[in-house]
């Protein structure tokens, strides 16, 4: 059964903490994916990589990075943590390729930044 | 806008009848799909449809492609109250490896 991990459900943190997503899938997928989910905003891409230690700057990238060094692992590293960045925050998988479809979503980490 | 948009933002039916929700984007698109997402939980997928394709079929879902009119539809036949959740389509762009989500549409189904 696929499936796509994320390391924690609920996080709180300080602002100018250094926070670390770890996304962890079982699926021997290329393309992984993190997005964020605000209110009246839906899905916005962070951050994708289509390869191991491959990246690519998503729509809102700025206060955030990522780190892919094996295939099945991508973190999301928010470097001084904000409180504009409490959100929810979704990670995803997907096979290679351009268009290739489905995406197999993780259960969320819900962060709030204090 | 951004490109998947999806119509109404919110829907409220009584359990047996059925739901319309739709989508509309803006640029070229691979393929259209379509999520649904249980209050706080991660996305699922649902149903998939390629540029080239105009209708599919999946269990009580039926979705629609209009690439003339850049629109797509999801219909829930015969709606449950497990159907409450959030639906979300998400487009491709020919040529990248981003999908675009929509802001969704909050159906809840009334027993």
């Known amino acids: 059964d696929v499936k796509v991990t994320q390391s924690s459900r609920y996080l709180v943190k300080r602002t100018g903490e250094k926070v670390f997503l770890e996304c962890v899938q079982d699926m021997d997928h290329e393309n992984m994916f993190w997005y964020r989910q605000d209110p009246g905003l839906g899905l916005r891409l962070i951050y994708f990589s289509y390869d191991v230690k491959m990246k690519e700057k998503g729509d809102i990238p700025e206060g955030y990075s990522v780190s892919r060094e094996k295939k099945e692992r991508f973190s999301l590293i928010l470097e001084s943590a904000s409180t504009n960045q409490t959100s929810m925050y979704l990670c995803?998988?997907?096979?290679?390729?351009?268009?290739?479809?489905?995406?197999?979503f993780g259960p969320g980490t819900r962060l709030l930044v204090l | 806008s951004q490109q998947g948009e999806e119509d109404p933002q919110a829907l409220s039916i009584q359990e047996g009848e059925n739901a319309t929700m739709n989508c509309s984007y803006k640029?070229?698109?691979?393929?259209l799909q379509w999520y649904r997402q249980n209050s706080g939980r991660g996305l699922v997928h649902l149903i998939l449809i390629r540029s080239n394709e105009r209708e599919k079929h999946s269990g009580r879902l039926r979705v629609t492609l209009d690439t003339s009119k850049k629109s797509s539809s999801l219909l829930i036949t015969a709606s449950r109250a497990a159907d409450t959740a959030s639906y979300f389509c998400a487009t491709d762009s020919t040529g990248t490896y981003k999908y675009i989500f929509g802001t969704g549409t909050r159906l809840k189904v009334l027993a």
């Open positions: 640029t070229s698109i691979n393929n």
């Open positions: 995803a998988s997907s096979l290679p390729g351009l268009g290739q479809g489905t995406q197999y």
